[in-house]
């Protein structure tokens, strides 16, 4: 079982809309926790860091369950440019990110 | 521009070659991270220097990769005998040490697309 788990999609969603995406991740002792964002053959872009009181920085909210070991992205009022693959991320102990596979997002006029 | 810059950007080798990727962190990060990705997949971590020190190597790091950083500034990352499944895009990151390993931020670099005929 890979640590970091997320549902690949692809996402289709019209403009405007309000799309969200999970991931889980294995590791209890996981210390922090990260979104980024990959567009097509590009590097990863640091999106955002997830808080367990949650966090949200303008049309994206991103949450996290320690209990249930899951990180939420909420994506609202989707624009054009949003459309990316989105890469859950999760620290352990030392400095290795651990990157799930990604959630293809495509957001059609 | 003040990123994390990789070179090449391609490269296409037969197997069997060696090649080797340079990555010059940004300027005063004395984080630098290897990572390699492969189509469809996340980006899997191969190895982290502090300064010219190398702290963490995975087990997917085989003998056949090795990486420097031999004054704590760019780094090479070189792969011998070259197999087909290490075509992948690898990349770097680097990250300053003001902040502690959980509140970092990692930046990447555009990376360097291999493929091995």
């Known amino acids: 079982r890979k640590e970091v788990e997320q549902d690949p999609g692809p996402f289709n969603v019209p403009e405007g809309a309000t799309v969200a995406f999970n991931c889980t991740y294995s590791?209890?002792?996981?210390?922090?926790f990260f979104w980024y964002r990959q567009d097509c053959r590009k590097e990863p872009k640091l999106l955002m860091s997830v808080y367990s009181s949650g966090n949200e920085d303008g049309r994206f909210t991103a949450q996290l369950n320690r209990a249930s070991q899951y990180i939420s992205l909420l994506i609202r009022d989707s624009k054009l440019s949003d459309s990316a693959t989105y890469l859950c991320?999760?620290?352990?102990?030392?400095?290795?990110?651990?990157f799930g596979k990604g959630t293809s997002l495509l957001v059609t006029p | 521009d003040t990123g994390v810059s990789q070179n090449p950007r391609h490269k296409i080798t037969k197997r069997g070659q060696n090649v080797t990727f340079r990555c010059d962190p940004i300027s005063e990060h004395n984080r630098l991270y290897w990572y390699r990705q492969t189509l469809g997949q996340g980006p899997e971590f191969l190895t982290y220097f502090q300064n010219e020190a190398q702290l963490e190597k995975s087990r997917l790091l085989s003998d056949r990769f090795s990486a420097e950083r031999p004054k704590g500034s760019f780094s090479t990352l070189e792969i011998q005998r070259t197999e087909q499944g290490d075509s992948a895009m690898y990349l770097c990151?680097?990250?300053?040490?003001?902040?502690?390993?959980?509140?970092?931020?990692?930046?990447f670099g555009p990376g360097t697309r291999l493929l091995v005929l």
């Open positions: 990151a680097s990250s300053d040490n003001f902040r502690t390993e959980y509140q970092e931020t990692q930046y």
């Open positions: 590791n209890s002792a996981s210390q922090s």
């Open positions: 991320v999760v620290k352990n102990t030392g400095y290795a990110l651990n």
